[in-house]
Nanobody, 119 residues
């Protein structure tokens, strides 16, 4: 079992920056990749960014490319989402997720952290 705890969400003005953190605990060795998703009111949850636990491969949604960066600190078992040039449409609950090896999708989820971008 893997437990994920997000933090860092808050109200920020458009154009500002924010860094979200996701601390993982439990069966860390079983994690193959980690990612960030978000869900805005009335919308489905969408992928934001992801990266493998080892190696430098990353992936981003088109809507955040060039503005968001997913970072990791394996020594701290923590993944970060650095968000720059925030827009009101980035307002959502952001979820951290982990994917185990040999599974096709993310199977562990955090509780979410609210990010609100004011115009």
């Amino acid at each position: 079992q893997v437990t994920l705890v997000e933090s860092g969400g808050r109200l920020v003005q458009a154009g500002g920056s924010l860094r979200l953190s996701c601390a993982a605990s439990g069966r860390i060795f079983s994690i193959y990749a980690m990612g960030w998703f978000r869900q805005a009111p009335g919308k489905e949850r969408e992928f934001v960014a992801g990266r493998r636990r080892s190696g430098g491969s990353t992936d981003y949604a088109d809507s955040v490319k060039g503005r968001f960066t997913i970072l990791r600190d394996n020594a701290k078992n923590t993944v970060y989402l650095q968000m720059n040039s925030l827009k009101p449409e980035d307002t959502a609950v952001y979820y951290c997720a982990a994917r185990s090896a040999n599974t096709p999708s993310f199977d562990y989820w955090g509780q979410g952290t609210q990010v609100t971008v004011s115009s």
